[in-house]
């Protein structure tokens, strides 16, 4: 049956796929669309990709996501994405000490690229100090053992800017937005009374105040709180995070690094250009990440708030990861203060393949995008339209993105599986906890 583009749409999360979502269910003729977020403007700040930017690269160990970032890349470079894409090249890269695993990764890598034809003239291989230095001659470290490669058809993305100006946009075309802890947070799914699991049917969302909106569809894009309104997320979905910290330059320090390709040094962690705006250099460890698993249930949720790690914070084995990485190529910033630290999460799943399907037992009234795996952002150009093909044809057609409840790997290890991640996960509350007892023990 064709679908009827004036029926009610509700979107649960104004992240980054949330915001494609609307976009291109407008764009495809949707007329009835309503975005729910907990937070209570636009860059959330519960977003995963509330950040000053993130990589956009086409390099992938499968074929698949190369050409799906390759197309995402193409349509970055649009008049409603380009102000915020910034092609300054990318270098991916293993240092000297890197495990064989952080080295195979970087040689697959560069296989996906080095001979497609998109790619083409674009890719330099990087042997060595002096390779490095000259793509980055401001770089006065020693850089010990670093190969790799760059790739100048790569770069970032100003992710909160983008998520501020796509809402703009789609507030300016009808798009009705609800924000807020209390009007905007969805506690509740509603579903039709039935006994029969073949007929059930979710039939809106309840708000924090207890509000109930109808929809004739719900789309869930809460990113790494998913679980937490379909608990059978959690079965193959773990909310994880990563650590993220900056330096605080001076405008002379920010002008010096103007320019500079991303750094992505697969065991140690990757920087970006310092932002011209707030003059603050951006930097993540790379690891196995830490999760949030409630112990009966093996299910990772972010932490609530009140038990959130501690306010402008990262692990101590991240910070010195991200130490090294400045004694490696920009010593003098290595000792600088870290300011504007945070955890911040992303739904991952084990085999880092995306999850764009309809719930188990809802016909087709529910909609869950979640699995970004931490590599979801640089797609966002394009999330929405893989939703709007998934409501046409009434089934996932691609077997990778099927709802994978079956496997039940939520909240087991699963992060030296991870070809592109080096390092074990974590218990975040654990880790918090030993750093504590450290502290009290120095007194
Ligand atoms: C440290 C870090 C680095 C990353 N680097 C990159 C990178 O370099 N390149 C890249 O491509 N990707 C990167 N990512 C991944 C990227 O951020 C995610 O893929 C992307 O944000 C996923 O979008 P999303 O909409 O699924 O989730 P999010 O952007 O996290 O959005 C989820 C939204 O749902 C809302 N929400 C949740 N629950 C509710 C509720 N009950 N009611 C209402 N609203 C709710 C939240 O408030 C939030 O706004 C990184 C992630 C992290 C954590």
């Not at 039709?192 to 809106?204: I, M, S």
């Not at 059978?232 to 993220?244: E, L, N, P, Y």
């Not at 306010?311 to 190529?329: F, H, M």
Request: proline share 5%; with cysteine; charged share 20%.
């Amino acid at each position: 049956m064709p679908v009827d583009k004036s029926e009610s749409v509700a979107i649960i999360g104004a992240g980054a796929w949330g915001l494609s979502t609307a976009l291109h269910l407008i764009n495809a003729g949707y007329s009835n669309v309503t975005v729910f977020d907990q937070a209570s403007e636009i860059p959330s700040q519960y977003s995963g990709a509330y950040d000053l930017n993130k990589i956009v690269r086409a390099e992938y160990e499968d074929e698949f996501y190369t050409e799906l970032a390759l197309k995402a890349i193409n349509r970055w470079k649009t008049p409603l994405w380009g102000s915020n894409f910034h092609q300054a090249g990318y270098v991916l890269a293993t240092s000297g000490a890197a495990p064989e695993k952080a080295v195979h990764h970087l040689q697959t890598a560069l296989l996906s690229v080095k001979d497609h034809p998109a790619f083409a003239q674009g890719i330099v291989p990087l042997n060595g100090h002096d390779d490095f230095q000259k793509i980055y001659w401001q770089f006065s470290g020693p850089m010990t053992g670093f190969r790799g490669y760059f790739n100048r058809l790569a770069g970032y993305a100003h992710s909160s800017n983008t998520m501020a100006d796509i809402h703009k946009h789609l507030a300016g075309r009808g798009v009705k937005f609800v924000f807020g802890p209390v009007e905007g947070k969805v506690v509740k799914l509603l579903y039709n009374t039935t006994r029969d699991p073949a007929q059930q049917r979710c039939t809106g969302v309840q708000v924090q105040s207890g509000k109930t909106y109808q929809a004739r569809r719900t789309i869930l894009c809460a990113g790494a709180w998913a679980a937490t309104l379909v608990p059978d997320i959690g079965s193959f979905v773990d909310a994880k995070c990563w650590s993220v910290a900056h330096v605080k330059l001076t405008q002379q320090e920010c002008d010096y690094l103007r320019g500079i390709p991303v750094l992505n040094v697969r065991d140690l962690g990757f920087f970006f250009e310092p932002d011209p705006t707030t003059k603050l250099f951006k930097l993540c460890p790379l690891g196995g990440g830490y999760v949030n698993s409630n112990k009966g249930k093996g299910t990772s949720l972010p932490p609530s708030e009140s038990l959130t790690a501690p306010k402008n914070y990262i692990p101590a084995s991240d910070e010195e990861k991200l130490r090294r990485l400045l004694r490696e190529t920009l010593p003098w910033m290595a000792d600088r203060p870290f300011v504007e630290q945070k955890m911040c999460w992303f739904a991952d799943t084990s085999d880092s393949e995306y999850c764009v399907d309809f719930v188990p037992n809802s016909g087709d009234s529910l909609v869950v995008l979640t699995g970004d795996s931490g590599h979801g952002f640089k797609m966002m150009p394009i999330v929405g339209e893989w939703v709007v093909k998934l409501l046409a044809d009434g089934k996932q057609e691609l077997p990778r993105w099927r709802w994978k409840q079956s496997e039940g790997k939520g909240g087991k290890e699963w992060g030296d599986d991870v070809s592109w991640r080096v390092g074990t996960t974590k218990q975040i509350g654990e880790v918090i906890g030993e750093q504590n007892r450290m502290a009290k023990a120095r007194l």
